[in-house]
């Protein structure tokens, strides 16, 4: 599938009869209403789903503007968005008698909640990190082999997500037998239209909340973007709503002009990443330049094909916030709410406060509060003063 220029199936030929496969499964389950009864069991009954929309006072007063709801995405299993894909493709590969499921992780985020579904359904499961997240990232690594899976260190390159990213797919080419379950709403179609399918519970849930509490539509939504899954999730439903205003928030890491950054829209540049063509951060040789951020989950050099699209027509806003707002907006949340954010969602935190003061105070606005921070107490501890 395209989103205009951007998406497709950039991929070998060998692969491409893998995807047809997993495609044809996708588009008859997804209308299945078996298959989707049994998706919204376990998001209800394991996950814990609806995640409450949570309207966070302190932050309110503290930022003297609209009232701010959190969507507590931090409160499911396994604490974080992730959670919903996981079940959602985990069952599309047990419909394709799959015994081997295959992830790769950047946060460890996706990487826990992908042994943690496969200890559910009692598959095999191997999770490439690359080995400086693994380091990053260090319970969320103890956390997927206590589930039994195997943590496969990936050292090319800047060993991050891209790099887990690159060798999972290898491994996807050379072995037909496994399911490779991808994390974000990117890759080669139709990962990111499936990875999208089983997100949009996040904007759904939310948008049926605020018009119960509020009883109107927010004046703007705000949520982190790595490859683009939480955002797109709470996104989805606000899309055809005009008078929403719509953030997605980059890791602009120390700093745009400094170069270390992740922030594949900032220089406008088209290439193809992971099977599909995207806005990418590029080289002037073509190669694939290193992506920099404090968020192991925003450490990508792309971004969706669906978020490309967004930003070409101008829908969704995409902006960036640097590792020290990104940390700042971390402590604050959690001393002000008693809410230890994900440092990915302290991204989309630190964003909301600056532009809630734009708005008046019986406005709201709603930010995705994508993952809880346990796993970035040492990284936020361990900076120098
Ligand atoms: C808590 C959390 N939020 C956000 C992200 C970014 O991913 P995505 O853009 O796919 O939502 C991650 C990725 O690991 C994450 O763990």
Redesign the pocket.
Known sequence: MYYGEFGGQYVPEELKKELTIIEKAFNKLKNDSEFKNKYLYYLENYVGRPSPLYFAKNLTDYASGAKIYLKR??LNHT????INNTIGQILVAKHLNKTHVIAE??????GVATATACSLFNMKCSIFMGVEDIKRQKVNVEKIKLLGADVIPVKTGTGT?KEAVDEAFKFFLKNKDVYYLV????GPSPYPEM?KFF?EIIGKEAKEQILKKEGKLPKAII???????????LFSSFLGEKSVEIYGVEGAGKGINTGKHACAIVNNTVGILHGMKTYVMENTDGSIKEAYSI????D?PGI?PEHAYLHKIKRVIYKSVTDEEAVNAFKLLTRLEGIIP????SHAIAYGLKIAKNYKKEDNIIINL???GD?DVETVLNIKK
Do not use: P, W
């Open positions: 995405e931090d604490g974080a968005h992730k992780t950047g946060a460890g985020q996706h997500l994390g974000s709403a990117v990875v997100q949520a982190c973007v790595g490859g683009g899954s939480n955002s797109i999730g968020s192991a989950g925003l990508y969706g994900a440092l990915e969602s994508s993952g809880r796993k």
